[in-house]
């Protein structure tokens, strides 16, 4: 027996520091965690316990440039299942009153399992109010459901616009992966048109509302008292440069029809009236958009979700002489005495290319206002190629506008490069440049390009990119900010332009093609074109500008598979310039004052 | 010779009075954590009643005369036992453990009152007359005697228990005076399979170092080889038996070398267990105020995470004044160690001490993240009636010895 050894003072220090060491670290740590750390611990902590829940901001309404609403917001209403306290057996008689099948909202409860109880799941988008009414007077009776009100796109304002206003769709994974920071799950995103190219300014700023939770996601109370609560802000309103009485007509003009038209202030490139047709119902994109909708509209062969206005292209057709017109001026080709005789026809090599009528002697004016084959033939090749090209591509033709809507097509402009691609070097086959001269062949071409190419006749070569913004309301302030593009210039000398203009101005007013749309009023100036289409009937076009002096209104319309543009398209310009510039009679220009500005001869023949 | 019965002479309130407190700041605590509760909100009161049965069954025990200790040490280990083995076969299953017997309404853990009965009989063997520690023969039997509950806890399987039958075991053994050299034949072993926990490099690491502490203990190589398989051998045991442990086990052992690793399983609760402490500040968060406790992230709170409660509601304060309460405990039960008449009586008292001395740090240490999650109560605040009234008592012998000590002259 060691007697020694038990309970030796030593063995006894050893414990007795064991305990304080052990103690001593416990405080030194607790020092640390408590005291040191604590900020980052009551982070943590506070992510635990505090669970933000957003509110979607409204999004920014649509005005038109009278403040007139094109687009605004209603509420929607989005019904509700908390499982934890939902009662199942009420599973088919809500079922019923939704007028959903049976086994929905069992898939809905399904499908987030994994996800507490305590979590409210979404069972239906948009539903009725009368549902909502019948809710209310029964709330007692339906443990664990409920409804909240959202927004929702409103487009019952009496115009479509379908492919401008564009439409937002729940954010795709792909998108939210680089956009985390400012969308999360379920949130709605600019997907097309206006609604895409401004998400930035109209989403607005969430709202959030701070609550506590427990360990089990249920919802104890509010955290704070809700004083770091954030309500939501509505998005900016944009005030757009839309005319929605031209719209209207425009609309309304295209019924049954398949085409595009586009119109612009010409001094500013304000988009007036913008239509592609067939169009689409966005309300259908409002909310959820049902399967069946999707396979519709994308089955559909005349494509109503394809934005014509911007992102077709066709042959400009006679519209298109103008070009090499001005081009053939401006590089001092021709003048106006240059005088060519049209026996119906050109022959050039072996190929025999057509005109519509025995034209006889033409200069570039009467050859403008009848529509000369003949003439333009002939003069496209005094040009040559690459000139047609450089005039062309100033027209802007061959690219993109940069029109504040994200469709859009650049269009083809073919030039030396593009046929030695297409064909090999000094191997093109005769007569590419011929077809150009008329607005066939490769060239292709946008109805907002043809616009814009409006424009730049009725502004003397000035103009501004085409835009629909005109300008947002500050939601904090109520500040109207404007947006103005900036003017450009192609410089082309106003002595040609004097010249083309004129022509175009005997087009509708003179003996030319389009004199089935001739305004007492109102002087429209504009060109008819029928563009060859190798997939079926030849499509009408017609471009054009009003007034002739100081024009305010630039147009371009193409309607598909129907003949010939005069008969076609020029009336749907007229009735759209008419339902524009008669509400701005003070910007109308009197017939007799202008007819003072022009010489001798040609002023009698408009007399009469 | 005047015998003066002062108070003091006959009961000590520095070891009586923090045990009261602490049992009291238990009580706040775990009302904190129940009040709202859906389905423990009943806790508090229950334990209300088991601080009144703990209370009767310390002021009985500290009424006993001191020789029923001596006298009741084998048969309590051998009916503890008894327990023991009743309970694999008809005990019922809490969180993976089968650690509780059921008497109609009442239930109890076995293990809690094994704890004395093995104190009681440890120490009566330790100090039986021409006992030789350094003996390997008795120190082999005392051995066997704390390995034989051991051995049928660790099949309950309960982790944290069979840690704290294993340190009263040692601590009793060193108390009665083993030399450096047993020590590190019964220790040894233990740290070899803890460092095989941490890979092979630290196994073979720790396997050197056996080799040479061996070397400067300078004994002969029988000795010294007989040791180091006694090592290798322990290490391949436990090893196999790692193996054979339930997954929620390994669980609890890997997720302690590597806490990260696993959020939402065994980790997670030592996780919000330290959010809760650390976000408690310096001051706390107020009580019933604490978003963890309240919100209820801490699952079980009441039982092996209540001090989480009181750090997140009374803070750095809080924390630390349960901290000073112990150690006043603790140190007056090694100060009161040296007054016992007797020998048998100075190892009831240490092994009170390692009793709850490893509870105390096992529990604390994991709340604050120091030491692997493993269900063991922190003594007097843990929710759970067999534990309070066991530490009562074993505070109840503790007094009953200080009753009973040397006389004064």
Same mark, same amino acid.
């Given at each position: 027996?060691?007697?020694?050894?038990?309970?030796?003072?030593?063995?006894?220090?050893?414990?007795?520091?064991?305990?304080?060491?052990?103690?001593?670290?416990?405080?030194?740590?607790?020092?640390?965690?408590?005291?040191?750390?604590?900020?980052?611990?009551?982070?943590?902590?506070?992510?635990?316990?505090?669970?933000?829940?957003?509110?979607?901001?409204?999004?920014?309404? #649509?005005?038109?440039?009278?403040?007139?609403?094109?687009?605004?917001?209603?509420?929607?209403?989005?019904?509700?299942?908390?499982?934890?306290?939902?009662?199942?057996?009420?599973?088919?008689?809500?079922?019923?009153?939704?007028?959903?099948?049976?086994?929905?909202?069992?898939?809905?409860?399904?499908?987030?399992?994994?996800?507490?109880?305590?979590?409210?799941?979404?069972?239906?988008?948009?539903?009725?109010?009368?549902?909502?009414?019948?809710?209310?007077?029964? $709330?007692?009776?339906?443990?664990?459901?409920?409804?909240?009100?959202?927004?929702?796109?409103?487009?019952?304002?009496?115009?479509?616009?379908?492919?401008?206003?564009?439409?937002?769709?729940? +954010?795709?994974?792909?998108?939210?992966?680089?956009?985390?920071?400012?969308?999360?799950?379920?949130?709605?995103?600019?997907?097309?048109?206006?609604?895409?190219?401004?998400?930035?300014?109209?989403?607005?700023?969430?709202?959030?509302?701070?609550?506590?939770?427990?360990?089990? &996601?249920?919802?104890?109370?509010?955290?704070?008292?809700?004083?770091?609560?954030?309500?939501?802000?509505?998005?900016?309103?944009?005030?757009? $440069? +839309?005319?929605?009485?031209?719209?209207?007509?425009?609309?309304?003009?295209?019924?049954?029809?398949?085409?595009?038209?586009?119109?612009?202030?010409?001094?500013?490139?304000?988009?007036?009236?913008?239509?592609?047709?067939?169009?689409?119902?966005?309300?259908?994109?409002?909310?959820?958009?049902?399967?069946?909708?999707?396979?519709?509209?994308?089955?559909?062969?005349?494509?109503?979700?394809?934005?014509?206005?911007?992102?077709?292209?066709?042959?400009?057709?006679?519209?298109?002489?103008?070009?090499?017109?001005?081009?053939?001026?401006?590089?001092? +080709?021709?003048?106006?005495?240059?005088?060519?005789?049209?026996?119906?026809?050109?022959?050039?090599?072996?190929?025999? #290319?057509?005109?519509?009528?025995?034209?006889?002697?033409?200069?570039?004016?009467?050859?403008?206002?009848?529509?000369?084959?003949?003439?333009?033939?002939?003069?496209?090749?005094?040009?040559?190629?690459?000139?047609?090209?450089?005039?062309?591509?100033?027209?802007?033709?061959?690219?993109?506008?940069?029109?504040?809507?994200?469709?859009?097509?650049?269009?083809?402009?073919?030039?030396?490069?593009?046929?030695?691609?297409? #064909?090999?070097?000094?191997?093109?086959?005769?007569?590419?440049?011929?077809?150009?001269?008329?607005? &066939?062949?490769?060239?292709?071409?946008?109805?907002?390009?043809?616009?814009?190419?409006?424009?730049?006749?009725?502004?003397?070569?000035?103009?501004?990119?085409?835009? @629909?913004?005109?300008?947002?309301?500050?939601?904090?302030?109520?500040? @109207?900010?404007?947006?103005?593009?900036?003017?450009?210039?192609?410089?082309?000398? $106003?002595?040609?332009?004097?010249?083309?203009?004129?022509?175009?101005?005997?087009?509708?007013?003179?003996?030319?093609?389009?004199?089935?749309?001739?305004?007492?009023? +109102?002087?429209?100036?504009?060109?008819?074109?029928?563009?060859?289409?190798?997939?079926?009937?030849?499509?009408?076009?017609?471009?054009? @500008?009003?007034?002739?002096?100081?024009?305010?209104?630039?147009?371009?319309?193409?309607?598909?598979?129907?003949?010939?543009?005069?008969?076609?398209?020029?009336?749907?310009?007229?009735?759209?310039?008419?339902?524009?510039?008669?509400?701005?009679?003070?910007?109308?220009?009197?017939?007799?004052?202008?007819?003072?500005?022009?010489?001798?001869?040609?002023?009698?023949? #408009?007399?009469? | 010779?005047?015998?003066?019965?002062?108070?003091?002479?006959?009961?000590?309130?520095?070891?009586?009075?923090?045990?009261?407190?602490?049992?009291?700041?238990?009580?706040?605590?775990?009302?904190?954590?129940?009040?709202?509760?859906?389905?423990?909100?009943?806790?508090?009161?229950?334990?209300?009643?088991?601080?009144?049965?703990?209370?009767?069954?310390?002021?009985?025990?500290?009424?006993?005369?001191?020789?029923?200790?001596?006298?009741?040490?084998?048969?309590?280990?051998?009916?503890?036992?008894?327990?023991?083995?009743?309970?694999?076969?008809?005990?019922?299953?809490?969180?993976?453990?089968?650690?509780?017997?059921?008497?109609?309404?009442?239930?109890?853990?076995?293990?809690?009152?094994?704890?004395?009965?093995?104190?009681?009989?440890?120490?009566?063997?330790?100090?039986?007359?021409?006992?030789?520690?350094?003996?390997?023969?008795?120190?082999?039997?005392?051995?066997?005697?704390?390995?034989?509950?051991?051995?049928?806890?660790?099949?309950?399987?309960?982790?944290?228990?069979?840690?704290?039958?294993?340190?009263?075991?040692?601590?009793?053994?060193?108390?009665?005076?083993?030399?450096?050299?047993?020590?590190?034949?019964?220790?040894?072993?233990?740290?070899?399979?803890?460092?095989?926990?941490?890979?092979?490099?630290?196994?073979?690491?720790?396997?050197?170092?056996?080799?040479?502490?061996?070397?400067?203990?300078?004994?002969?190589?029988?000795?010294?080889?007989?040791?180091?398989?006694?090592?290798?051998?322990?290490?391949?045991?436990?090893?196999?038996?790692?193996?054979?442990?339930?997954? %929620?086990?390994?669980?609890?052992?890997?997720?302690?070398?590597?806490?990260?690793?696993?959020?939402?399983?065994?980790?997670?609760?030592?996780?919000?267990?330290?959010?809760?402490?650390?976000?408690?500040?310096?001051?706390?968060?107020?009580?019933?105020?604490?978003?963890?406790?309240?919100?209820?992230?801490?699952?079980?709170?009441?039982?092996?995470?209540?001090?989480?409660?009181?750090?997140?509601?009374?803070?750095?304060?809080?924390?630390?004044?349960?901290?000073?309460?112990?150690?006043?405990?603790?140190?007056?039960?090694?100060?009161?160690?040296?007054?016992?008449?007797?020998?048998?009586?100075?190892?009831?008292?240490?092994?009170?001490?390692?009793?709850?001395?490893? %509870?105390?740090?096992?529990?604390?240490?994991?709340?604050?993240?120091?030491?692997?999650?493993?269900?063991?109560?922190?003594?007097?605040?843990?929710?759970?009636?067999?534990?309070?009234?066991?530490?009562?008592?074993?505070?109840?012998?503790?007094?009953?010895?200080?009753?009973?000590?040397?006389? %004064?002259?």
């Amino acid at each position: 027996m060691n007697d020694t050894n038990f309970g030796s003072i030593i063995r006894r220090r050893i414990i007795f520091l064991a305990i304080i060491l052990f103690v001593s670290v416990i405080a030194f740590r607790l020092f640390n965690m408590q005291i040191l750390e604590q900020p980052a611990y009551s982070t943590k902590a506070d992510e635990n316990s505090v669970k933000p829940i957003y509110q979607t901001a409204p999004r920014g309404v #649509f005005f038109d440039r009278n403040y007139k609403v094109l687009v605004g917001n209603k509420p929607s209403f989005t019904l509700r299942i908390t499982p934890a306290e939902y009662d199942n057996k009420l599973t088919p008689f809500l079922e019923a009153i939704l007028g959903v099948p049976e086994g929905y909202i069992n898939r809905i409860l399904k499908q987030n399992e994994q996800m507490s109880k305590y979590i409210p799941r979404k069972v239906a988008k948009d539903v009725n109010f009368k549902v909502i009414a019948w809710y209310e007077e029964n $709330s007692s009776k339906l443990p664990g459901v409920d409804y909240v009100i959202e927004t929702q796109r409103d487009y019952s304002f009496g115009i479509m616009g379908s492919h401008m206003f564009g439409y937002s769709k729940e +954010i795709s994974s792909g998108l939210l992966q680089q956009r985390r920071n400012e969308y999360s799950m379920g949130d709605e995103i600019g997907s097309s048109g206006i609604e895409k190219t401004y998400e930035d300014i109209l989403r607005g700023q969430k709202g959030i509302q701070y609550v506590l939770v427990d360990s089990h &996601q249920k919802t104890i109370g509010k955290y704070k008292n809700g004083e770091v609560d954030k309500t939501a802000i509505k998005g900016y309103d944009l005030v757009l $440069s +839309i005319d929605k009485d031209a719209q209207k007509v425009a609309e309304e003009a295209f019924k049954d029809k398949r085409g595009a038209l586009v119109a612009i202030e010409p001094s500013t490139g304000e988009v007036l009236a913008f239509v592609s047709a067939p169009e689409f119902n966005l309300q259908d994109f409002a909310t959820v958009t049902s399967n069946e909708i999707w396979n519709k509209l994308n089955s559909d062969k005349d494509k109503p979700m394809f934005n014509r206005a911007t992102m077709s292209i066709y042959s400009p057709g006679s519209t298109f002489k103008m070009l090499s017109a001005i081009a053939a001026l401006e590089e001092g +080709i021709i003048d106006t005495n240059y005088r060519v005789s049209c026996g119906g026809g050109f022959q050039f090599g072996d190929r025999f #290319f057509k005109c519509l009528h025995v034209h006889g002697s033409v200069n570039v004016t009467t050859a403008i206002e009848k529509s000369c084959n003949t003439f333009f033939y002939q003069l496209v090749l005094k040009i040559g190629l690459d000139k047609w090209a450089e005039y062309s591509n100033r027209f802007g033709f061959g690219k993109k506008s940069n029109i504040d809507i994200p469709e859009e097509s650049p269009g083809i402009l073919p030039t030396r490069k593009y046929y030695d691609k297409a #064909f090999g070097v000094d191997r093109w086959p005769k007569g590419i440049l011929v077809s150009l001269g008329i607005g &066939q062949g490769e060239l292709s071409v946008t109805p907002l390009q043809l616009a814009q190419y409006a424009a730049l006749f009725a502004n003397y070569g000035k103009s501004a990119k085409p835009h @629909f913004l005109k300008g947002y309301i500050e939601t904090s302030t109520g500040k @109207f900010v404007e947006v103005n593009p900036k003017t450009f210039d192609i410089y082309i000398s $106003s002595k040609s332009f004097d010249v083309v203009r004129y022509a175009m101005f005997k087009v509708v007013n003179g003996a030319g093609t389009a004199g089935n749309i001739r305004l007492p009023d +109102i002087q429209i100036a504009g060109k008819t074109g029928t563009a060859q289409n190798p997939h079926g009937d030849d499509h009408a076009v017609f471009i054009g @500008f009003a007034p002739y002096e100081n024009p305010k209104i630039a147009i371009a319309v193409i309607v598909e598979n129907v003949g010939f543009g005069s008969v076609h398209a020029a009336p749907i310009a007229r009735d759209v310039i008419k339902a524009y510039l008669q509400k701005n009679n003070t910007q109308q220009i009197k017939k007799s004052e202008y007819l003072s500005t022009l010489k001798g001869e040609e002023g009698e023949h #408009f007399a009469n | 010779m005047q015998i003066n019965y002062k108070l003091q002479d006959k009961f000590d309130l520095s070891v009586f009075l923090p045990a009261l407190f602490l049992a009291i700041i238990g009580l706040i605590a775990i009302y904190s954590a129940t009040v709202n509760h859906p389905i423990a909100s009943g806790n508090f009161q229950k334990q209300v009643y088991s601080a009144i049965v703990a209370l009767i069954a310390f002021f009985v025990v500290y009424s006993l005369p001191q020789q029923v200790f001596k006298m009741f040490s084998v048969p309590a280990y051998a009916v503890s036992i008894l327990f023991l083995v009743l309970v694999l076969v008809a005990g019922k299953t809490v969180y993976g453990s089968k650690s509780w017997l059921n008497f109609g309404p009442f239930g109890f853990q076995p293990s809690e009152f094994a704890k004395v009965a093995l104190i009681l009989c440890l120490a009566n063997w330790l100090t039986y007359k021409n006992r030789d520690i350094n003996n390997i023969k008795d120190i082999g039997i005392a051995l066997l005697i704390g390995l034989l509950p051991i051995s049928l806890i660790m099949l309950e399987p309960d982790t944290g228990t069979t840690i704290v039958f294993m340190i009263i075991t040692i601590s009793l053994i060193y108390w009665s005076g083993i030399s450096l050299f047993g020590l590190f034949v019964v220790l040894s072993p233990g740290v070899v399979v803890i460092a095989s926990l941490f890979g092979t490099v630290v196994f073979i690491i720790s396997l050197v170092l056996v080799i040479v502490a061996l070397f400067l203990f300078k004994r002969d190589l029988f000795n010294s080889v007989t040791v180091f398989v006694i090592n290798l051998g322990a290490s391949f045991f436990f090893d196999y038996a790692f193996r054979i442990l339930k997954p %929620h086990q390994q669980k609890r052992i890997e997720s302690f070398l590597d806490p990260s690793m696993d959020p939402l399983g065994s980790g997670y609760n030592a996780l919000q267990a330290k959010l809760a402490i650390g976000s408690g500040g310096f001051t706390g968060k107020g009580f019933l105020q604490g978003n963890q406790t309240q919100l209820r992230f801490i699952p079980e709170q009441w039982t092996d995470f209540i001090y989480c409660v009181i750090g997140e509601e009374f803070g750095f304060i809080g924390s630390i004044l349960v901290l000073i309460i112990f150690l006043v405990l603790f140190i007056r039960l090694l100060n009161i160690s040296g007054m016992a008449k007797d020998r048998f009586s100075v190892l009831v008292i240490v092994g009170i001490l390692s009793l709850m001395f490893s %509870h105390f740090a096992i529990n604390i240490g994991m709340n604050v993240g120091v030491t692997p999650v493993v269900g063991l109560p922190l003594p007097f605040l843990s929710y759970g009636g067999s534990s309070l009234v066991v530490n009562m008592i074993m505070i109840g012998i503790v007094l009953n010895i200080y009753r009973n000590r040397k006389l %004064h002259t």
